[in-house]
């Protein structure tokens, strides 16, 4: 049986990482930072189906020796490095919490898989926000690197030391460069999150609008449930490497509107209210991404329309609020 650790298990990829792995018949385990005041029921809640079936180990990031300790009593064959402050937005607020979290994060489970594990195979969370300010377009693996936020530099950062390692100590550490990936576990601050729960209330009658920024930026918008398979399939080949994983498709926040608000019947334009203080100071206007690499190498392709993304959320919100039975299973189903 392999064992995977997984940093960020409790978010949206790692949750369903987790699970996709269990299904693999992994023993898997998942580091996760002690807060206080805390509620297991809220924090653990993505991981609620498999709660008794993961070995949990209380961690913090930010100490070497924490993540140290973890890797000194438990032997891994991979380890997914998905923690991260991943709020672009709020890398502009707290751009220091967001450097030390992402880059030492990153930074002390490579060094310390070096010391302990140096065959465990890493994987690090990359990002389409590493291009920021595209230099081309579709963004490719040989793409240079624009980044626009403090969340994008630090993961530019983290993508260099993945690759330091791997070329200085041939470690088997793969870069993911994921595009935007959604579902119904997505966080409420993200913009897709934000809209089809938006929607969803509006129908309801529990809000008159919502506020948003920029509706003109455009997304390659995929499912995080098949990105996370991508994530797996890159530790399984013959050589380590980097890969981009998208859909190759692009819209405007504005589009997502459109659809989510239509599908409810509703026309966005009678809700959606533009406010400038959600404008970002440096904005990504355009991403897409090129995933032939990926689709060559071990035949991962994206499935799921835009459409059937947007509506899949929409009808989960609808559901949750509306308190629905059926809301699980469209959580596994999506
Ligand atoms: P998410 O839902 O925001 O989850 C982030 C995870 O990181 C949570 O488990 C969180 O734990 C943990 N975390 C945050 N700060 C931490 C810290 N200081 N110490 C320990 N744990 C910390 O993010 P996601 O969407 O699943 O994304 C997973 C990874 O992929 C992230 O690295 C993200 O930057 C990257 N990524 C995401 C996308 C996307 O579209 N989703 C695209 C490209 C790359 P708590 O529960 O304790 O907060
Ligand atoms: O949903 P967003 O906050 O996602 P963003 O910034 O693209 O970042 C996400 O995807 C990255 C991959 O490219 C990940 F690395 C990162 O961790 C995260 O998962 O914003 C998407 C777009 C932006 O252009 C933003 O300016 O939507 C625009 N937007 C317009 N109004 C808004 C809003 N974004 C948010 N969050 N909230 C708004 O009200």
Known sequence: MRAALITGITGQDGSLLAEFLLEQGYEVHGLVRRVALERPDLRMARLESIRERLVLHPGSLES???????????HFDE???????????????????????????????LAALKELQPACRFYFAGTSEMFGQVHQSPQNECTPFHPRSPYGISKVAGYYLTVN??????????????????????GFEFVTR?????????????????????????RDWGSAAEYVRAMHLMLRQEAPDDYVIATGETHTVREFC?????????????YVRVDQLLYRPAEVDLLVGDASKARKRFGWE????????VTGMVHFDLALLSNKAEMRSMSVAL
């Open 194 to 218: 934000k809209i089809s729960t938006g929607v969803a209330r509006i129908k309801l009658g529990l809000a008159n609008e919502i506020r948003l920024g920029n509706l003109d930026a455009r």
């Open 258 to 270: 459109e659809v989510a608000f239509s599908e409810l019947n509703l026309d966005y334009r009678d």
């Open 302 to 309: 994206a499935r799921t329309t835009f459409k059937d993304l």
């Open 79 to 109: 380890c997914y490095h998905l923690a991260a402050q991943s709020f672009v937005a709020e890398s502009f607020a707290d751009g220091f919490s967001t450097m030390n979290a992402n880059v030492n994060g990153t930074h002390h489970v």
């Open 64 to 74: 070497y020796a924490s993540v140290f300790s973890v890797f000194a009593k438990f």
């Open 165 to 186: 390692y791997r070329e200085a100590y041939g470690m088997y550490c793969c870069n993911g460069i994921l595009f935007n990936h959604e579902g119904p576990r997505r």
